[in-house]
């Protein structure tokens, strides 16, 4: 007597195949609804497809997996069988894609766009604290200001909302722009006048502006009821510019407390008459809301804890 294992290759006992994946997904979904035309709709296929696909599956089986009444359907004893088992097949397939792309969604590299002044004051200097608590989070930095599109290789943004930002985008705030006059240290007793009540810009203070930042000065001005600085002062070409310029006591510039709190710890700067909110905020944007353990949440977490 030979035995099973060696059978011949077509024999029942030792057929392995597995019947088409389309026809087992129409299955699936016949049993699960007990309906062919609302499997074939949660499908995206026609009744009469469902139905051919299920018996040929009947066929190829030679089983009969469904008893068909008056136009209902009920599954057999071997339709629940096979429902069952190919149901826990695709949750397992499903598990198992899941987890694919989530790793892929972790091991991509993510672009950042941050307003470049806010990258070299802020981010930066504090971005090795993001990698050493997800060193496994790959987001690379990029400067840009202003407009900008997702469609062009930018994943995530962060932009003060003093222009109009893209259609549709979605923004988590992270802090409050808070603005105020800033010096050298030594140069503060020159330009400022200090006191309890009387604290004031000095008329011969030299204010800095900057042609990407035109009205800082008025938004300070309008911000605290204080009037505009009576001296012309000295025009600088962008806003990085004008902070190095008061670190370096060539004059008074509007500082943001975000890019100037480092140099005020380091005693390079000092802001005399504090910081006062103007009204705006910088944001995170992304095309889509943030989903709980994604990048952009772990993200967006680590920069409010900074702010």
């Given at each position: 007597m030979?035995?099973?294992?060696?059978g011949?290759?077509d024999?029942?006992?030792?057929?392995?195949?597995?019947p088409?994946?389309?026809a087992l997904?129409?299955?699936?979904a016949?049993?699960?609804?007990?309906?062919?035309?609302?499997?074939?709709?949660?499908l995206h296929?026609?009744?009469?497809a469902?139905?051919?696909?299920?018996?040929?599956l009947e066929d190829d089986?030679?089983l009969?997996?469904?008893?068909r009444?008056s136009?209902r359907?009920f599954?057999?004893?071997?339709?629940?069988?096979?429902a069952q088992a190919?149901?826990?097949?695709?949750?397992?397939?499903?598990q198992?894609?899941?987890g694919l792309?989530a790793?892929?969604?972790?091991q991509r590299?993510?672009?950042l766009?941050c307003?470049?002044?806010?990258?070299?004051?802020?981010?930066?200097?504090r971005w090795?604290?993001?990698?050493a608590?997800h060193?496994?989070l790959?987001?690379?930095?990029?400067?840009g200001g202003?407009?900008?599109?997702?469609?062009?290789?930018?994943?995530?943004?962060i932009?003060r909302?003093?222009?109009?930002?893209?259609p549709?985008?979605?923004a988590e705030?992270?802090?409050a722009?808070?603005i105020?006059p800033?010096?050298r240290?030594d140069?503060q007793?020159?330009?400022?006048?200090t006191?309890p009540?009387?604290a004031?810009l000095?008329?011969?203070?030299?204010?800095?502006?900057?042609?990407?930042?035109?009205?800082?000065?008025r938004?300070?001005?309008?911000?605290t009821?204080?009037p505009?600085?009576?001296?012309?002062?000295?025009s600088?070409e962008h806003?990085?510019f004008?902070l190095?310029?008061?670190?370096a006591?060539l004059g008074v510039?509007?500082g943001?407390?975000?890019l100037?709190q480092?140099d005020?710890?380091?005693?390079?700067?000092?802001?005399p008459?504090?910081?006062?909110?103007?009204?705006?905020?910088?944001?995170l944007?992304?095309?889509?809301a943030?989903?709980?353990?994604?990048?952009?949440?772990?993200?967006l977490?680590?920069l409010?804890?900074?702010a």
């Open positions: 030979i035995s099973d294992s060696h011949e290759p024999s029942p006992f030792t057929d392995s195949r597995l088409s994946l389309l997904r129409c299955f699936e016949a049993a699960r609804l007990e309906n062919f035309s609302r499997a074939a709709d949660e296929l026609t009744h009469g469902v139905s051919r696909a299920v018996r040929l089986l030679g009969a997996l469904f008893e009444r136009r359907v599954l057999t004893a071997e339709g629940r069988a096979l190919v149901s826990q097949g695709l949750d397992l397939m499903r198992g894609i899941a792309r790793r892929a969604r972790q590299r993510w672009v766009s307003e470049p002044t806010l990258l070299m004051r802020w981010l930066i200097p090795p604290d993001f990698q608590r060193p496994r790959e987001l690379h930095l990029v400067a202003g407009p900008f599109s997702f469609a062009s290789g930018i994943d995530l943004a932009r909302d003093d222009f109009a930002w893209p549709g985008c979605h705030p992270l802090f722009e808070r105020g800033v010096c240290p140069k007793a020159a330009w400022f006048r006191g009540r009387s004031a000095q008329a011969k203070a030299v204010p800095l502006h900057t042609r990407t930042r035109p009205g800082a000065w938004d300070w001005c309008a911000a009821g204080r505009l600085p009576a001296a012309t002062g000295q600088l806003f990085y004008s190095q310029a008061a670190i006591g510039a509007i943001p407390w975000h100037v480092d005020i710890n380091h005693g390079l700067l000092v802001a008459l504090g910081f006062v909110e103007d009204g705006s905020q910088y944001c944007l992304s095309p889509h943030l989903l709980p353990g994604s990048v952009q949440h772990h993200l977490a680590w409010r804890s900074m």
